[in-house]
């Protein structure tokens, strides 16, 4: 029985309740020039620190915003690539191995790596129900409507 609860909404994002850590999708180049990347460089910002931790495609870059965690899942080299379903997997793993040595159990994401990234929401909510099954936690996707 799965304790992963995957709950989708229609809002913004950047409404979550400060529980929620959020994650979001991002190239090693850490551009965030376009998407919602530019809404999480203008409000945390911290680029000089994201690009010191120095992550590869399949890990992830981590900043603390107050009480919380922001996930910056890096699926691609560079911002102009496209991420695999693998690249996202490995992303994804590494977030979860984070949250649960920081007893993380409230995640708010976009509908992370569809939108300009071009990968296919159903299949990207299998790869988070697989790699989150045994984690209980809550997941709150955020369906932008401009």
Known sequence: MSTCQIKEIT????SADEKYCMAHCVA???RLGKGIAVKF???FGQIPKLKQQNVKPGGVAILQDKSRFIYYLVTKQSSWGKPTYQTLHDSLDAMKR???EHGVNNLAIPR????LDGLVWPKVKDLLKEVF???SIEIVVYN???
């Open 133 to 135: 099954k045994e984690v």
């Open 28 to 30: 090693a180049d850490m």
């Open 144 to 146: 932008y409507v401009p």
């Open 112 to 115: 992370i790596g569809c939108g």
């Open 41 to 43: 460089r203008n409000k």
């Open 11 to 14: 809002g913004d994002l950047f």
């Open 98 to 100: 984070h949250m649960l």
